[in-house]
């Protein structure tokens, strides 16, 4: 397991890798049905709570694998077998996220510790091969066994997860790479990174239009007269979700992750770990839009406005962590953050509206049209530059 070349030419994403993101999809689905069902429910606080912490799980388990994959993906037998360990714990993961909800997080935590302590062993590998490395791979390896240390002693003593402590946890979680990187970094390719977060980033966008659509369809199969509003949370989710697209790729991540790293600068960390409310907010618009057509069909037991912020709060997260985390290291000044700001304040108004969710679907695709004025279509710049395309590659290359 020798370390991969940071400057290769044509790194494409693999085929495993891809598997890996359906299969942690599958949880992102899951937490997404959970926080509308809360929604609906009217247990809003408890819900929020319980995919924020789910999604963490989720997320950070993927982040993992992604940053590892790209500085040491080797594809061999073993690669392959610590690989789909890692996968079947994202699925164990994902049966347990409906009792995560409830209080129960005894089968996530199984299901996460199976992630990390697989991601464990590669980093062992990868310390016996990577000599001039070897420092930085043995403090991943035994950051995050301590930290699972702790995540089983959650699960050994306490019958329901503690905020607190969840969230001294995950602040060990965050540390981890930072001390580990500080004795030398490893070898992450900037633009496989960005196509692997691309490509993520699509596939939850897809979830969002699948949650939608399911409770669109089971809305039509209860009541074919509930026409007039569930026709707006196909108008909305469309327009919400192309938008958000279209504005992610405006601009190549992977161009921006390239002069982070040239510069040595710790933005990777910010770019990186930011995209947890990217990926979050993301799943959430569809939880909200699948909340909406309960009220529309008088499924639910929230007022309207309740309601409408599961679609509008989610939406107004996302364009302000994409500007925060994106935008802004492209171009920081008025030229971006008047119109997503003026956009982030409209979408939240919108909430007490009678369309909220159309209302905030019109802000987003006037804000892309702001973008493309500012900034310019670059095409899918966001998944590779012009030197280094997505393109198919040989096996040597993968």
Not at 29 to 42: F, P, T
Not at 142 to 149: L, N, P, R, T
Not at 231 to 242: D, K, P, R
Not at 343 to 350: D, F
């Amino acid at each position: 397991m020798r370390p991969r070349d940071p400057n290769q030419s044509h790194r494409a994403v693999s085929p495993l890798e891809l598997l890996t993101d359906l299969c942690f999809v599958v949880a992102v689905a899951q937490a997404a049905l959970g926080l509308h069902h809360a929604v609906s429910e009217n247990h809003v606080g408890q819900g929020v709570q319980g995919f924020a912490m789910a999604f963490f799980a989720i997320w950070w388990a993927w982040l993992n694998f992604t940053w590892f994959a790209s500085a040491y993906d080797n594809d061999d037998v073993i690669y392959r077998l610590l690989t789909i360990v890692q996968i079947f714990g994202s699925l164990v993961l994902a049966a347990g996220i409906t009792e995560m909800f409830d209080g129960d997080f005894k089968l996530g935590v199984i299901g996460y510790l199976i992630m990390r302590f697989a991601l464990v062993l590669q980093w062992l590998r990868a310390a016996r091969h990577d000599r001039q490395r070897r420092v930085t791979c043995l403090r991943y390896a035994v950051g995050i066994v301590i930290i699972q240390v702790g995540w089983t002693m959650l699960l050994v003593f306490f019958d329901t997860m503690p905020v607190p402590l969840f969230v001294l946890l995950v602040v060990g979680e965050l540390l981890v790479p930072i001390f580990a990187e500080r004795a030398g970094e490893t070898p992450w390719h900037p633009y496989h990174i960005a196509e692997r977060y691309g490509l993520f980033y699509i596939i939850v966008l897809g979830e969002t239009i699948l949650s939608s659509t399911t409770a669109i369809s089971q809305a039509f199969n209860d009541d074919q007269t509930a026409t007039r509003g569930v026709f707006q949370v196909v108008v909305a989710g469309l327009l919400i979700v192309f938008s958000v697209w279209w504005i992610y790729f405006a601009r190549s991540s992977g161009d921006l992750l390239a002069r982070i790293k040239e510069a040595g600068s710790a933005g990777d960390y910010m770019w990186g770990f930011g995209h947890y409310f990217i990926f979050a907010a993301a799943a959430a618009i569809g939880a909200g839009l699948a909340a909406r057509v309960d009220y529309w069909t008088h499924h639910s037991e929230v007022p309207g406005w309740v309601s409408a912020a599961a679609v509008t709060a989610p939406t107004a997260v996302l364009l302000t962590a994409l500007w925060l985390i994106s935008l802004r290291q492209h171009d920081p000044s008025a030229r971006t953050i008047v119109p997503f700001g003026a956009a982030v304040v409209l979408i939240l108004l919108s909430t007490v509206t009678p369309w909220p969710e159309i209302l905030a679907g019109l802000v987003c695709a006037c804000l892309v049209a702001v973008e493309v004025r500012v900034a310019g279509f670059a095409g899918p710049a966001g998944l590779a530059s012009p030197a280094t395309p997505a393109s198919p590659a040989s096996p040597a290359d993968r």
